[in-house]
């Protein structure tokens, strides 16, 4: 034959107000709740958040184990839940384009070919020895002298325009 065991019982109210011994278990009739008493402890101790966790209190070294090349985040408008993010959900929240200099060595990154944009000459640290090493605009700019007899007399105007003299 089994035994019976009897816990205390009351309304919620009575035991917010009431002191158990250490150990004792009261059962509230009303809400359904289970508490355990301390001897000193108004009302005990619900017997649920003994067992629960409180909301975030738990570590990343607690957290399961997940697949490897996997992501946690929140790419939510709010507060949520920790999500497996996708590999396109984790670009859009970086901001990054599919395949992004993924396989560009730093050399093609670092290379002037390959930037695009504008940018003014005085924030170039070299840029006076670039243009001194380009043949194309020192051929371009170099000084041109004129000898005697380098100018046909055809070429040149002959009317000078002072404007009105006042």
């Not at 009351?10 to 008493?37: I, Q, R």
């Not at 619900?46 to 184990?65: H, M, N, Q, R, Y």
């Not at 007399?153 to 000078?160: H, R, Y």
Request: no cysteine; proline share 1%.
């Amino acid at each position: 034959m089994s035994i019976q065991v009897q816990i205390r019982q009351g309304l919620a109210s009575e035991n917010a107000t009431f002191v158990g011994a250490e150990g004792e278990l009261v059962y509230t009739t009303d809400t359904k709740d289970l508490f355990v008493h301390d001897g000193s402890t108004l009302g005990g101790t619900p017997v649920g958040s003994l067992a629960s966790i409180a909301d975030d209190s738990v570590t990343f070294a607690k957290i399961e184990e997940i697949p490897a090349n996997t992501i946690l985040g929140n790419n939510t408008a709010g507060s949520s839940d920790i999500l497996e993010l996708t590999t396109a959900q984790t670009r859009t929240l970086l901001n990054v384009a599919d395949g992004a200099t993924a396989n560009s060595s730093d050399a093609t990154l670092l290379a002037r070919a390959n930037h695009t944009g504008t940018q003014t000459a005085s924030t170039i640290s070299d840029f006076d020895t670039e243009v001194a090493n380009n043949t194309a605009v020192v051929a371009n700019t170099a000084k041109v002298g004129l000898t005697n007899g380098s100018v046909d007399s055809d070429k040149l105007s002959t009317t000078l325009d002072f404007g009105s003299i006042a």
